[in-house]
């Protein structure tokens, strides 16, 4: 409110409460052009009665306040002088009393008149000025003296709802000014500062306005017009056949008709506007005109962006704007994660999305840039792969099934909407399998070999190679739970909303059963005979002749909702778990039915058959252990997940439990402890690789990981030294039997059986950081930065420290180890040519990051951070400069040294077919560091640190994530 009434009695009396003159400051407003207040007042205001009690009497307190607006506001206080309730009725009073008030003329004073009862009755005759005025809220009126002219009395109106007559006396008003109308003030001055502007692009199409500021009160604006130049700036605002009219001035509108607002045309193209406006009260008048400005004509039509087809990747989507050119500047954005503009080839423009989550949708808009052309833009929308990330704290999958292998225990768990995940080392690596489905339940063979998954509106897919491959044994069908016997030869699969099929021949062919219910979950025991289908409200379906018949159970079950059924794998016990309530459970195979009470709310439960022990879990974020008297508690607290599916292994001992809210949760001790567990997709910290020649196997140093093993070219990996370090190099014999790494701020480890066995070399840690070693392993030399170079030459049973201590950070050896060259940050580069028992100095001092060399040692190839690539032919006695200054952070070789390949951090992958000669840029930006290159040169790895390794198969002229 911009009016608070406060009990000011005290201060009232302190006061002279004679009669004041009553003058407001001037007020600087800024608005478009308006009716004057005398309109308002004769169109709304005036034809308004004001009764007595909408009026009261007011006096100003401290009126010098008024004159100098102090603080934006002016103080008057409410009076109730018994000597003016004729004058100035209040409520209670006999008879219909109200003012009328009425302008005697259009620019100088008003008139107040008072009458009473039905009006035919004027008791008095004031005359005198509106003191200020707030539209729709209240106006104060001065009545003048006739001998001073001086103001004699101040009324306070009340246009609104606010009703002065019910104020308390000696109450204070705060008038405060408002700040967008411009109607309050003093009406005693006439406008100044008056200003006009043009807003808007002064382009042909475009509408302008005409934004008018002025200091005053109770304003007119007239003789508002439009004016156009035809050939210059010079008088553009002039009329024309006025002195000083240059190149004839036109009034494009002297009427204004669009209220300021003015659309450019063809015909103002190369000409001159402004606009004109007079400012006018009853006091004078001011006039003004806006700067000249020229019209351009329109700009041409930006270029919207095409694009291909979408490619979902991990993490993020590939796209290319199809229609490129070269002409206009293109920039991206991205409603999540990042996008990298990449480089343009031909038409094509490639655009990649990266840091998203699992199945995350975003937007990019790309938008061209021209002189002369307006901004264009182009969306796409992508979605990244349904996967989970390596992460404890970040995007994970959304599990919605789970089985462990009761005799191997081989972990088994979907990610719904996405991939199958693997694991046979308590879910401390995973390997991802099959293709992204909308997977709804997984089942397995006891020995983990034959695994079968279904998907709502997909197929049922069954593996008989531990998930490497899957194949299609079902049709299309929206597909519920699915369960098989021990060795899957026996399954049976339920559709939501549809019908019950059984196969007895691994899912060759398959029985249609039972008619259509909303099936919610299947089970079957160990040797096949004993089925369990539950409808989600209905009664539980049994069979046990393997399907051959089914019956339903005795017990009339009441609307169960059930949420999951379950047969014990002799098939003497079946447990079923309503969505509220006990569980119900037989030992009879259903014939007769008891209860006992779960203490979590069951939302699907699973049997360790070895020991007799049930597991449920519930949608509270509890498992609970046992059946009937014999149940306990095992508390899994993780933000109450909402657990959608569990597995329990034969003996009990291990447990896994999902949710399609978070990561995989796994206990090793029955239930006592848990450990989240994370899916192992390539979002690794790989640091340095070898492999073989054809690329399929390869060791992994991972900082602040382990030794990792792949026997498939990097699509699964399992632990080679289960020894967490920030390991940092890797060297191996060609046939990778005889294996050297090293960890930063670790040690050296050494392997002479292909990574089954490891030995610690007995040095005191140091700051290892790289590591090379001759093709058959006998010859190794290792550098520690800031440290010396070790080296061995038979096979690591003894290292021997050489040369100085230095900032080592790069070492390569030739095929026989005999050539060693080596680098230094900040220093020069060095070569041995017995492997590395003594050392020449070669080359500038430099700032180098990493070297590289030829079988032969004659050709080398070493990297300068925020430098040059330099290549030698020589063995290192001289040096040639190639490539641009770039972050370089790694390169290798091929063995004949025409091959190589260099990364840059948070750059591209670069490669040469040449000797380094010229280089050609690949893949994308990322913060590449770990290298490797077959001795062909056609296989080739590269890790982008902290997310993915990338494979090539063509010398590094395309990659592929792994």
Known sequence: MWMKQRSLRQLAQLLNLGLVVSVLSIVTIAISAESSLSNQFENAAWRTNFYGDKVANVRVIAGSQCYERLAGRCRVTITKNPSAQEVIPLPGVVGTTYYVIKPMNSVTQYRAQLW???????????????????????????????????????????????????????????????????????????????????????????????????????????????????????????????????????????????????????????????FKVNAINMYGAVSSSSACLLVTAAPEAGRRSEFGSITSTFGGFKVDVTNYDASFSYSATVTGGSVIVGAASGTKLPLTVTGLSSAQNVEVTVTTSKTGFTNGTGVVAGVSLPSALTSSSGPVGRWIASSIAKQNKTLLIADQGGYLYTSTDNG?????????????????????????????????????????????????????????????????????????????????????????????????????????????????????????????????????????????????????????????????????????????????????????????????????????????????????????????????????????????????????????????????NHRAFV??????????????????????????????????????????????????????????????????????????KLPWVGIACSTDGSKAVAIAKGGNIYNTTESGTNWTPRDEKRKWVGVTLSSNGNKVAAVVEGGFVYTSSNSGDNWTQR???????????????????????????????????????????????????????DKLIAVVGTGLIWTSSNSGLTWTGREYPRNWRGLYISGDGNIAFAADFGRKLYSSINSGETWTAR
């Open 691 to 764: 492999a073989t020649a054809g690329g399929n196997e390869i060791f992994s140093a991972i900082y602040g990981g382990k030794i990792e093993f792949s026997r498939d070219g990097g699509t699964s990996w399992s632990t080679a030294l289960d020894l967490k370090q920030n390991w940092i190099g890797i060297c191996a014999s060609t046939l990778l039997d005889k294996i050297y790494a090293v960890a930063y701020q670790g040690y050296i480890y050494q392997s002479m059986d292909s990574g089954e066995t490891w030995t610690q070399i007995k040095f005191k």
């Open 843 to 897: 080359g500038s001092s430099r700032n180098w990051s990493a070297i590289a060399s030829s079988s032969n040692g004659n050709n080398l190839v070493a990297t300068v951070a925020k430098g040059r690539i330099y290549v030698s032919s020589d063995s290192g006695e001289s040096w040639s400069a190639r490539e641009s200054n770039r972050n370089w952070v790694n390169v290798v070789s091929s063995s004949s040294g």
């Open 116 to 274: 009473v009862s039905n009006g035919s009755r004027r008791l008095s005759t004031s005359y005198g000025n509106i003191y200020a005025f707030k539209p729709g809220e209240y106006f104060l009126f001065r009545l003048d003296a006739p001998s001073n002219g001086h103001a004699a009395v101040t009324f306070l109106f009340s246009l609104g709802s606010a009703n002065p007559g019910f104020a308390e006396e000696y109450s204070e008003v705060d008038w405060t000014y408002g700040s967008g109308d411009g109607r309050e003030g003093h009406y005693d001055t006439a406008p100044s500062n008056l200003n006009v502007a043009l807003s808007g692009q002064m382009q042909v199409g475009q509408q302008i306005e005409a934004v008018i500021t002025y200091r005053g009160v109770d304003v007119t604006l007239n003789n508002r017009m439009w004016m156009r130049s035809r050939t210059s700036a010079l008088g553009c605002n002039v009329p024309p056949g006025q002195v000083g009219s240059a190149g004839g001035v036109e009034v494009l509108d002297p009427r204004v008709e669009q209220g300021g607002k003015f659309t450019l045309g063809l015909g103002e193209v190369g000409k001159y506007i402004s």
């Open 428 to 684: 401390l690596n995973w390997a991802q399998r099959s293709s992204p489905q909308n997977w709804t339940t997984v089942t397995q063979s006891d020995d983990g070999v034959t695994m079968v998954a279904a998907a709502a509106g997909g197929s049922i897919y069954k593996s008989t190679d531990a998930g490497l491959s899957w194949n299609v044994v079902a049709p299309v069908g929206n597909w519920r739970s699915v369960a098989c016997s021990a060795n899957c030869s026996v399954l049976v699969a339920a559709e939501a909303n549809g019908k019950l099929y059984r196969s007895l021949d691994f899912g060759s062919t398959w029985l249609e059963m039972e008619s259509r219910q909303n099936w919610r979950s299947v089970s079957v025991s160990a040797d096949g005979n004993t089925m369990l289908a539950l409808p989600y409200d209905g009664q539980p379906y049994i069979s046990t002749n393997r399907g051959s018949s089914w019956r339903a159970g005795s017990t009339n079950f009441v609307k169960p909702n059930w949420t999951s059924g379950l047969v014990s794998a002799d098939g003497s016990k079946i447990f079923l778990a309503p969505y509220q309530g006990p569980i119900s459970y037989s030992e009879n195979a259903g014939n007769s039915w008891t209860s006992y009470i779960a203490p979590t709310r069951t939302t699907v439960m699973s049997h360790a058959s070895a020991v007799n022990k049930l597991m449920h879990c519930g949608n509270d974020g509890v498992v609970a252990l046992g059946a009937g008297s014999g149940v306990s508690v095992r508390s899994v607290a993780v933000n109450s997940t909402p657990w959608v599916s569990c597995s329990i292994s034969a003996d009990g001992t291990l447990l896994l439990a999902t949710s399609t809210t978070g990561l995989v949760y796994i206990s090793v001790d029955g239930g006592s402890n848990w450990t989240v567990r994370s899916i192992h997709s390539g979002n690794v």
